[in-house]
């Protein structure tokens, strides 16, 4: 259970002092300053650089600040620091402007709506979300990934497969079906998960573009609508870009135009968004199809990536990958995974949750001041951008003893008594929370459980993997491992 994943991605550049966790312990240190000139030449040259970047040099500091062209910038990692912007004054801090991007993509919907609109929404959903209707929602998930494991158990023992590749086709298979009742491969292709990677990397790229120059909201509002737009098509490399988001556009109006044409009674959350209503009458048309398509991409991606790194961690400390599967055995006996399964599985999904802290899906996420605060005894100024890199949060000593290593008990039920809430984030927190949490933890323990019974997955020996971050913490060049049957 302790092997040190190989990837230098894990070794911290701070030197945190010891590995004993001190929770309530504030380190007096005043804020650190990085210079304009530094972080604007990390940027250019090194883009976000995790690992040697802009955000590599925020690891370890409670609270800095530096400044990039007119855009002023702090970042916080203590989580009584990130209590104060995410739920105590979260009124102050709504979503920054790095969202846009995702607007021109997503449209208006939860993920990148604000107040009063975003309130107004969110209390309309988030009864849908509920752990009994997304309970619902495991037969439509569980048949898709038996489907997917017959196809594992045709292929030759011991094949050699490309994760990213297969948990992106999988996991939005699953999508389809539970939020649509239907296959996306039809709409799709071969090449989706080539597609998808091109898209976040050339919308990453943008959106360094955009962090660099930091125009108006209007004007990058006006630009990532222009590479949103079905009409007006755009050069290189932006074209690959605005292929992804139309492909992904015609499928959820396809889907949408087929089931108002008929009606059924699927217990899909494409119904479900349907269905709702508050006073002000029901979800538009238009929203009913923006929240289809954010379901439909802040779903499936991350938990592809979520699910890629759990492999690769596994493969790294067999010790507790041969716990999970003799979990896995016993709870299941060679049985289909059903909801009464998913709360025994103790140990899958604390090694899950294990690793999403050591490899967040959703590495980074930023708020904007709206009004001159004080955070953890540091002035704040309106306008300005509060970054949470999730990723130092989970490393940091203070709050997880030995970071780096793999020790999915730290989720077992009763140790995490002494961790402050905000020192673990993989679904954010506050108000902004992920409606979709339920949702993803189910989706990631059943489709472990379910590929775990027939097979493993060992790397390829040799083969490097390395974090990347996009919008969301991917490996770089997908992750080659040995899909080995298992003799039960
Ligand atoms: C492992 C999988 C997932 C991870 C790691 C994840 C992570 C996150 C994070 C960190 C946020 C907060 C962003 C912020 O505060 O700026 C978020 C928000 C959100 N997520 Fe997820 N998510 C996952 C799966 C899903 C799924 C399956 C769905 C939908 C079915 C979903 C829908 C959303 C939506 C709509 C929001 C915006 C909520 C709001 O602002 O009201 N996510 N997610």
């Not at 993509?105 to 988030?126: A, Q």
Request: aromatic share 8%; hydrophobic share 40%.
């Amino acid at each position: 259970m302790s092997a040190e994943p190989t990837t230098k991605s894990l070794v911290c550049p701070v030197d945190h002092g010891g590995g004993t966790a001190q929770p309530t312990e504030r380190r007096a240190v005043p804020a650190t300053r990085f210079s304009t000139r530094t972080m604007t030449s990390e940027v250019l040259r090194r883009g976000f650089g995790r690992e040697d970047g802009m955000v590599a040099r925020l690891e370890g500091h409670d609270f800095a600040r530096w400044r990039i062209g007119q855009r002023r910038w702090v970042s916080i990692q203590h989580p009584d620091d990130i209590d104060h912007v995410l739920h105590k004054h979260r009124e102050n801090y709504p979503k920054s402007p790095d969202y846009e991007p995702l607007r021109g993509v997503l449209g208006l919907s939860l993920f990148t709506d604000d107040d009063p609109s975003w309130s107004r929404h969110r209390k309309m959903l988030n009864p849908k979300f509920q752990k009994r209707h997304v309970d619902a929602l495991l037969p439509l998930m569980v048949g898709t990934v038996l489907e997917f494991r017959e196809t594992l158990d045709n292929l030759p023992d011991g094949s050699e497969v490309e994760m990213v590749g297969l948990m992106t086709d999988l996991t939005l298979e699953v999508a389809g079906h539970s939020l649509f009742s239907q296959s996306f491969r039809g709409y799709f292709g071969d090449d989706t998960a080539e597609l998808i990677t091109e898209g976040l990397r050339k919308g990453t790229w943008l959106s360094r573009i955009f962090f660099l120059v930091d125009p108006p909201r209007w004007m990058s509002s006006a630009v990532w609508k222009v590479m949103h737009s079905r009409k007006i098509p755009t050069p290189p490399p932006f074209n690959r870009f605005q292929k992804v988001a139309r492909v992904i556009d015609g499928a959820a109006d396809k889907v949408l135009r087929e089931r108002l044409a008929h009606p059924s009674d699927s217990p899909d959350l494409l119904n479900l968004l349907l269905e709702v209503a508050d006073d002000d009458g029901p979800l538009t048309p238009d929203r009913t199809r923006a929240e289809a398509i954010s379901f439909m991409l802040t779903g499936y991606e991350t938990t592809a990536n979520a699910m890629c790194w759990l492999w690769y961690l596994l493969a790294l400390n067999p010790d507790a990958r041969q716990r999970m599967l003799d979990e896995i055995d016993s709870v299941l006996q060679g049985r289909v995974v059903t909801l009464e399964d998913v709360p025994k599985l103790q140990w899958t999904t604390a090694c899950l949750e294990e690793s999403m802290r050591i490899f967040p899906p959703v590495w980074m996420i930023t708020r904007e001041a709206v009004e001159d605060d004080v955070i953890g005894g540091h002035p704040v100024k309106a306008g300005e951008t509060v970054a949470i890199v999730i990723e130092h949060v989970h490393r940091d000593p203070r709050f997880w003893p030995d970071p780096g290593r793999f020790d999915p008990s730290r989720f077992l039920p009763g140790a995490d008594r002494d961790r402050p809430r905000s020192s673990y984030l993989p679904f954010g927190g506050g108000k902004r929370i992920c409606i979709g949490r339920n949702f993803a933890l189910l989706e990631a323990v059943m489709l472990t459980a379910t590929l775990s019974q027939n097979h493993v997955f060992d790397l390829v020996p040799g083969h490097q993997v390395e974090a990347e971050t996009t919008f969301t913490l991917r490996p770089r060049q997908g992750i080659q491992m040995i899909a080995r049957r298992r003799d039960q």
